[in-house]
């Protein structure tokens, strides 16, 4: 026990994921007092998942309460904050993939139920992929005639569950997304491995939507968080139907960055790699490299990075914000987190601005 608090003591790995993670749980849709509750009574990283999937039963059945009722919209937010919980009761919990993967689904289920009934509402797509599929959620204004699109690249432990506030800022502003799983995320990281050249699932999903009639698949923008910040640049470098990318807090070099990462951070990527080691894991990280192809990145890009970041050195931001051909915008957050999660409102709106002046949309 714990002779300062009197609560149990927490193993290193969860206050490791309690440090790290707290902020962007509370910016991505977990209430405040949730994550105070779940975590004030852990103590054993075995337990994580399961403490996380009893609180998003509580917001899942709300929402079937407010769905019987009739109520739709507190349905679909019910149903979101659900998919919240159950996927941060998934995301690094690799070390029990069954536990894992039920939880998953649980955030698939509630998030595909919130989809129809937002406002504006969203579809469950599949997106054809050298032979299989990926999944994505589209969502588009209501009453927007041919917008531009927002096509949101997922992190290391993402997924476009999680996507629900960064959708809303794009949505507010005229511009539909569409927030996919990629190699190694989400719903493909049971049969894809994460690959490097992002490029590829990339060109896949800019197909898929100029095959959409109701999109001006002209104005493709491209965002991604985290190691996302990493596969859209990346992506934006041979994608030249991309107009706009956005980059929040990417590596430059994955491998560079092994060092410093935190243990589950490390076994995700070793396990959604489809590496047998840690040591073969480090080398797989080091092929998800910038070095040669920012230059190649020719349309606006807008970087994020917080200076106080423990995951990915901000340095990785600015070298890209040098190497890249196109115009640049670099915002450097002082004292921002990862992805600068502790302070959102200094790049979320100001992000989504860019890229509607970039994607031709009026000023709101």
């Not at 337990?47 to 899942?60: L, N, P, Q, S, T």
């Not at 009739?70 to 919980?85: I, K, N």
């Not at 190699?183 to 990281?189: I, L, S, V, Y």
């Amino acid at each position: 026990m714990d002779a300062i608090a009197g609560k149990p003591k927490k193993d290193p790995l969860v206050a490791s994921a309690i440090s790290h993670w707290a902020p962007r749980f509370v910016a991505n849709g977990v209430a405040l007092t949730d994550f105070q509750e779940v975590t004030d009574g852990l103590a054993r990283w075995e337990d994580w998942c399961g403490a996380w999937c009893a609180r998003a039963a509580i917001h899942e059945a709300l929402g079937n309460q407010a769905l019987a009722a009739g109520c739709q919209l507190s349905a679909a937010e019910h149903y979101t904050r659900a998919g919240a919980c159950y996927h941060f009761a998934k995301f690094v919990f690799v070390a029990d993939y069954s536990q894992m993967r039920a939880a998953h689904m649980k955030a698939v289920e509630c998030r595909n139920r919130a989809l129809p009934l937002l406002h504006p509402p969203g579809e469950r797509v599949t997106i054809s992929y050298e032979g299989r599929q990926l999944y994505a959620n589209f969502r588009k204004p209501a009453d927007a005639v041919k917008p531009p699109i927002v096509v949101m690249c997922m992190g290391l432990d993402s997924a476009k569950e999680e996507m629900d506030a960064y959708e809303n800022v794009f949505l507010a502003r005229g511009m539909a997304t569409l927030a996919f799983d990629g190699p190694g995320q989400g719903e493909a990281e049971y049969e894809m491995p994460i690959r490097g050249d992002y490029e590829t699932p990339v060109r896949a999903v800019v197909d898929w939507v100029e095959e959409r009639v109701e999109i001006d698949s002209g104005r493709i923008g491209l965002w991604g968080v985290s190691l996302g910040g990493y596969y859209a640049p990346r992506a934006a470098a041979f994608e030249k139907r991309v107009k706009a990318c956005v980059a929040l807090s990417g590596p430059y070099n994955f491998g560079d960055c092994w060092n410093g990462l935190p243990e589950l951070t490390r076994e995700t990527f070793r396990v959604r790699a489809r590496c047998k080691t840690q040591d073969e894991a480090r080398r797989h990280a080091a092929t998800l490299s910038l070095k040669g192809v920012a230059a190649k990145i020719s349309c606006p890009l807008f970087i994020v990075a917080g200076k106080q970041d423990r995951i990915v050195p901000w340095q990785d931001a600015e070298r890209l914000a040098h190497e890249a051909a196109g115009p640049v915008e670099f915002l450097l957050i002082e004292d921002g987190n990862h992805v600068a999660n502790n302070r959102g409102y200094k790049y979320r709106t100001q992000s989504a601005d860019w890229m509607a002046r970039q994607l031709g949309m009026p000023a709101v």
